[in-house]
Every structure is written in C-alpha cells, then in structure tokens.
C-alpha cells in the first residue's frame, strides 16, 4: 500500500474518503474479512483520531472512511492506512493531513 498525498480540510468538516487499497503489485485487496482503519496522529505521535474503512459491496479493494474532524487540532497530522487480514497487518506509507481553522470562525 502506498500512499502519497496531503489533505487539506477545515477543522470541524465530516472527512469522507473512498480509498482503493492495493498490494505491492498493484492489485486490488480484497477487503470482506479485513478489520482496517485509517490512523491519525499530531506530531508527537499522540493519537487524534481512528477512523473505520468499510468495505464496499463485495469487498474488492474499495472502502470508504467518514468521520468528524470538530475534535482535531489545527495544524500538520500524520496518518496511514492499517489493514488487518488472517492476523497479518500491513501499514501504508505515512501521509499528512493538514487542518485549518475556517475563516469563518
């Protein structure tokens, strides 16, 4: 699993992700027995947030991750994709979710 991008969102937006997880070959994992999650963290590795996937309908690859970022400190996260299959867990790359205070506000 790779995963290369930064997101940028408002504190306080429902995050919502369709993410396609794939093995080192590119092919898409089948997902119907997997517990998988999406892991947020500040920069000093406290946990902000875990966030369920779930998978879509026949479980090939695709999955969806909703969840409320009102909680969230302003400023650079780290995250990555935790994917559990028959006790095995595979960790993507690190990537960075960047939070910003509306203006609004």
Not at 31 to 39: I, Q, W
Not at 61 to 77: C, I, K, Y
């Amino acid at each position: 699993m790779v995963a290369r991008e930064i997101l940028r969102l408002k504190q306080g937006v429902t995050l919502a992700l369709d993410l396609l997880v794939t093995d080192d070959l590119g092919s898409a994992v089948n997902l119907s027995t997997a517990t998988a999650n999406v892991v947020v963290c500040d920069a000093l590795g406290n946990a902000v947030a875990t966030l369920p996937m779930t998978p879509a309908v026949g479980g090939l690859g695709w999955a969806t991750v909703t969840g409320s970022t009102a909680a969230w400190p302003v400023g650079r996260l780290m995250a990555e994709v935790q994917v559990t299959i028959g006790g095995t867990v595979e960790i993507s790359d690190t990537f960075s979710i960047v939070v910003e205070r509306p203006v609004s506000q």
